[in-house]
């Protein structure tokens, strides 16, 4: 990646963002931290990005002389809360599925503390702030209850044609516990309808693998469903995050054996390809890993190199979420036609969390949120309008 227009801040960031550093890089990490610093911003573009574990595990180990100390202390504070947070979070993992298998409720655990031991063999070096539970659709008021019983309550509570919707439409809720320090993201799918792919928790559920946590068995994706659920989540997010293509490069790293064939055949399946080579692409031009010879066909696409150059020059930048009609724009790069539009669709009809905090609306009633949204959708982006028309 040509980083010559980076702030330096910026490119420490790049340079930091490995589990594991060569002599190279720790010579070019120390030449670019002697140079003066706005270490604020270092440190808030790091946590924005979900990067601040590893920027204070590589700083502490390797240049600790050339920080203020200070900042450094700040870090190594930073990072060691973010591993009791996370050890938290993975002794409530730990009960939840516990209790999910007694009540005979398949469950796989992803994201969060569980990724970070897969990719990190380190709990504590990936920013997570929740749990996230896959389960099939048929077990989800059976998991609900479960919850329930465990002190936590879904946030926010729903009305049963707002379940209903919700159910159908998006893929997972927040149950929070009742002392606000762990909420579970129930999943019964992984992408919304508003992010239209053929994925199924099914076939994802039949075909988990299982992991060490903190000395107990946890299962969770296997390793290609897992290297291709990272790259979707990161397309459905607009790869707004470096530290997505960073846990990608990193899990690729550690598994050279495997199967991109079927990976390929998964993505093919959900409508995906383009997504997943485009995660690829930017994974190779921001940590030099390179793009598959099975996804090779798909790489010299120019609207795809164009698409990965846009992403790869304002990720460092830009981590604010794009309005519809911006992310119209985004996903008519990596979705098929038709389901571009009917995403868009979508996002401006179908009724969310926002629309039934703004609107009371009794359930008899329901249908009328589909005239609302627009409605409140057209206010929001009239009053942004006139803002930015205003502004300086």
């Known amino acids: 990646m040509n980083t010559e ?139 609900a209850e479960v919850l329930r019983e465990l002190a936590y309550k879904m946030e926010p509570h729903l009305t049963p044609a707002q379940e209903q919707s919700h159910f159908r439409f998006d893929c997972e809720i927040p149950f929070v516990h009742e002392d606000a320090f762990s909420v579970v993201d129930l999943h019964w799918g992984i992408t919304p309808k508003t992010f239209p792919l053929a994925l199924f928790s099914a076939d994802l559920l039949s075909n988990r693998k299982t992991v060490d946590v903190a000395g107990h068995s946890i299962e969770t994706l296997a390793d290609e469903d897992l290297v291709f659920y990272l790259s979707v989540h990161a397309a459905k997010h607009y790869f707004r995050r470096l530290e997505w293509m960073t846990t990608i490069a990193e899990f690729i790293l550690r598994n050279s054996e495997l199967s991109w064939a079927t990976v390929l055949a998964k993505a093919r399946n959900a409508k995906a390809e383009r997504i997943v080579c485009l995660a690829l692409m930017l994974v190779e031009s921001l940590y030099g890993v390179p793009v598959p010879t099975a996804f090779a066909e798909f790489t010299g696409a120019t609207d795809l190199r164009n698409t990965a150059g846009t992403i790869r020059a304002n990720v460092l930048t830009n981590v604010s979420a794009p309005n519809q009609l911006q992310a119209f724009r985004w996903r008519l790069r990596f979705l098929p036609t038709r389901d571009a539009y009917l995403s868009l669709a979508r996002s401006v009809l179908v009724p969310t969390i926002a629309d039934w905090r703004a609107f009371s609306v009794p359930d008899a009633l329901y249908p009328a949120y589909y005239l609302l949204r627009p409605l409140r959708l057209l206010i929001k982006y009239v009053r942004r309008a006139e803002t930015d028309r205003f502004s300086p």
């Open 5 to 143: 227009n980076l702030r330096a801040e910026q490119q420490i960031l790049l340079c930091a963002a490995r589990r594991n550093l060569d002599a190279d890089a720790v010579v070019r990490l120390r030449e670019m931290l002697a140079q003066t610093l706005d270490w604020e911003y270092l440190q808030k573009v790091a946590f924005d990005h979900g990067l601040l574990p590893l920027l204070a595990l590589q700083v502490s180990s390797h240049c600790a002389d050339l920080v203020p100390a200070v900042v450094l202390d700040r870090l190594r504070a930073e990072l060691l809360t973010n591993r009791q947070s996370n050890l938290y979070l993975v002794r409530e993992l730990l009960r939840v599925l516990s209790r999910f298998k007694r009540a005979g409720i398949a469950a796989l655990a992803f994201k969060g503390p569980v990724v970070a031991q897969i990719v990190y063999d380190d709990t504590g070096l990936r920013q997570a702030g929740d749990l996230d539970i896959l389960i099939h659709p048929n077990d989800f008021h059976r998991a």
